[in-house]
């Protein structure tokens, strides 16, 4: 089973649509959760992390469920600009919180926004 | 510019042949990770320094890749006698500290092994 999973798409959808992508992973000693954003042929991009309580940034949500093991990403009023990859990204810490610094990435989910 | 830096770009080598990456990170980061992605998968971790210390290294890094970080500054990741497999593109990123687990990627090197 791989460390990340992700549904690799593509999501083919309109400007304006709600889309979602989710997210699961397997090491619950899993501390800290991301979605990046790759463009075709260039670096990733740190969209946003992720907490616990869920956080919002403009029309992107992002939820986290430690239970289940599950992150979730849902745009709002999708953009041409929004096409890209979409990583869902893990990282583990000890119990002092200090990182072991490899980010486990899945292998993203494409998005193509139409007009 | 700010952000991570990389050298070169894009090289196209020969079979058997080696090659040297430059990556320079944000300045102040301490910690610097080396990735290498394939098309269609998201990045893999290779290895990664805090300072000059390297602190981890995947099973996918091989006897013929090393890496180093000797003045804690910019890094260099060196593949020996590279095989066709090698091609991939070549991922840097830094964070700040180890308890800032949010890493800043680099343009990449795309490496084509003929």
């Known amino acids: 089973r791989k460390e990340v999973e992700q549904d690799p798409g593509p999501f083919n959808v309109p400007e304006g649509a709600t889309v979602a992508f989710n997210c699961t992973y397997s090491?619950?000693?899993?501390?800290?959760f991301f979605w990046y954003r790759q463009d075709c042929r260039k670096e990733p991009k740190l969209l946003m992390s992720?907490?616990?309580s869920g956080n919002e940034d403009g029309r992107f949500t992002a939820q986290l469920n430690r239970a289940s093991q599950y992150i979730s990403l849902l745009i709002r009023d999708s953009k041409l600009s929004d096409s890209a990859t979409y990583l869902c990204v893990v990282n583990m810490a000890n119990a002092g919180g200090t990182s072991y610094g490899k980010l486990t990435f899945g292998q993203g989910t494409i998005l193509t926004v139409h007009p | 510019d700010t952000g991570v830096s990389q050298d070169p770009r894009h090289k196209i080598t020969k079979r058997g042949q080696n090659v040297t990456f430059r990556c320079d990170p944000i300045s102040e980061h301490n910690r610097l990770y080396w990735y290498r992605q394939t098309l269609g998968q998201g990045p893999e971790f290779l290895t990664y320094f805090q300072n000059e210390a390297q602190l981890e290294k995947s099973r996918l890094l091989s006897d013929r890749f090393s890496a180093e970080r000797p003045k804690g500054s910019f890094s260099t990741l060196e593949i020996q006698r590279t095989e066709q497999g090698d091609s991939a593109m070549y991922l840097c990123?830094?964070?700040?500290?180890?308890?800032?687990?949010?890493?800043?990627f680099g343009p990449g090197t795309r490496l084509t092994v003929t």
């Open positions: 090491n619950s000693a899993s501390q800290s």
């Open positions: 992720v907490y616990s």
């Open positions: 990123a830094s964070s700040l500290s180890p308890k800032s687990p949010e890493q800043y």
